[in-house]
């Protein structure tokens, strides 16, 4: 039972700072809160637990808060559209900069409409192979690369047509590698560090409809790369399945600094 436990405990709240070439000397840090993974539609999300980790993001009190994608169980529509109401809680996310998401690949297989729908009551907008300024930062939402919904190209002309430093959020983070160099950041989340992780075995899920779920280099936590910092949660939600083992659930909160002279 205690994986079950493990699936439904209070997301680990995990921080870094992260200093960005391009934001202007002397600006105010940027802190910034990714989430993924809710997977609502099983009792290891149910709207109460979603609205307790609402109240414990707000406490970290973010400028931004990025959703990665996933907010559903399941890979067919028959009752997506019913589970996408237990997203109602994110109604309640405070963010000065704002509430932005991006779809997975389980939103995209079950009823996208109905989640986009859903979230545009909460007040989050979703940024498709999209970009918008906000300050100094172009915040990049490039779509799903397991599910093929991503368009780079389109996502990189949006962010130079906007200008300012790019901050690219994902669902998957095996599209790190094939970033424009100037792109120092990428947050994702999708391989939930793996669920289930076994000593000496490692991830036991490796792969899914018949293709790799994951680069195991972006299985988890912070990689620091050729110049970039790519950042993976765990997730807070489980999907299908509400166990976790070797994989707490988490969620991050990223400061950005700009860098030292």
């Given at each position: 039972?205690?994986?079950?436990?493990?699936?439904?405990?209070?997301?680990?709240?995990?921080?870094?700072?992260?200093?960005?070439?391009?934001?202007?000397?002397?600006?105010?840090?940027?802190?910034?809160?990714?989430?993924?993974?809710?997977?609502?539609?099983?009792?290891?999300?149910?709207?109460?637990?979603?609205?307790?980790?609402?109240?414990?993001?707000?406490?970290?009190?973010?400028?931004?808060?990025?959703?990665?994608?996933?907010?559903?169980?399941?890979?067919?529509?028959?009752g997506a559209a019913m589970r996408a109401l237990d997203l109602a809680p994110l109604?309640?996310?405070?963010?000065?900069?704002?509430?932005?998401?991006?779809?997975?690949?389980?939103?995209?297989?079950?009823?996208?409409?109905?989640?986009?729908?859903?979230?545009?009551?909460?007040?989050?907008?979703?940024?498709?192979?999209?970009?918008?300024?906000?300050?100094?930062?172009?915040?990049?939402?490039?779509?799903?690369?397991?599910?093929?919904?991503?368009?780079?190209?389109?996502?990189?002309?949006?962010?130079?047509?906007?200008?300012?430093?790019?901050?690219?959020?994902?669902?998957?983070?095996?599209?790190?590698?094939?970033?424009?160099?100037?792109f120092q950041m990428l947050l994702a989340g999708h391989t939930h560090c793996g669920?289930?992780?076994?000593?000496?075995?490692?991830?036991?899920?490796?792969?899914?409809?018949?293709?790799?779920?994951?680069?195991?280099r972006y299985r988890c936590g912070r990689i620091d790369t050729a110049g970039r910092?790519?950042?993976?949660?765990?997730?807070?939600?489980?999907?299908?399945?509400?166990?976790?083992?070797?994989?707490?659930?988490?969620?991050?909160?990223?400061?950005?600094?700009?860098?030292?002279?």
């Amino acid at each position: 039972m205690h994986f079950f436990f493990n699936a439904t405990a209070t997301p680990i709240e995990r921080t870094a700072t992260v200093a960005l070439d391009g934001l202007p000397k002397g600006s105010k840090p940027i802190r910034v809160a990714l989430l993924s993974d809710i997977h609502v539609g099983n009792v290891g999300m149910r709207p109460a637990r979603l609205a307790q980790i609402v109240r414990a993001v707000n406490a970290a009190r973010p400028d931004l808060v990025l959703l990665a994608g996933d907010f559903v169980i399941g890979e067919q529509k028959a009752g997506a559209a019913m589970r996408a109401l237990d997203l109602a809680p994110l109604a309640g996310l405070r963010a000065t900069g704002g509430v932005y998401a991006v779809l997975g690949n389980h939103d995209h297989w079950t009823d996208p409409a109905a989640i986009r729908q859903n979230l545009a009551r909460a007040g989050v907008r979703v940024l498709e192979n999209e970009a918008i300024r906000s300050g100094p930062l172009a915040l990049v939402g490039i779509g799903d690369r397991f599910s093929r919904h991503y368009d780079l190209a389109r996502s990189v002309a949006r962010a130079d047509a906007v200008g300012g430093v790019p901050l690219a959020f994902t669902h998957s983070p095996d599209i790190a590698p094939d970033l424009p160099s100037r792109f120092q950041m990428l947050l994702a989340g999708h391989t939930h560090c793996g669920q289930v992780v076994l000593p000496w075995i490692g991830p036991l899920v490796r792969t899914s409809h018949g293709h790799r779920l994951y680069d195991p280099r972006y299985r988890c936590g912070r990689i620091d790369t050729a110049g970039r910092s790519v950042f993976v949660t765990a997730g807070v939600g489980s999907g299908t399945l509400p166990l976790r083992i070797g994989a707490m659930p988490d969620w991050w909160l990223i400061v950005l600094t700009p860098r030292p002279s």
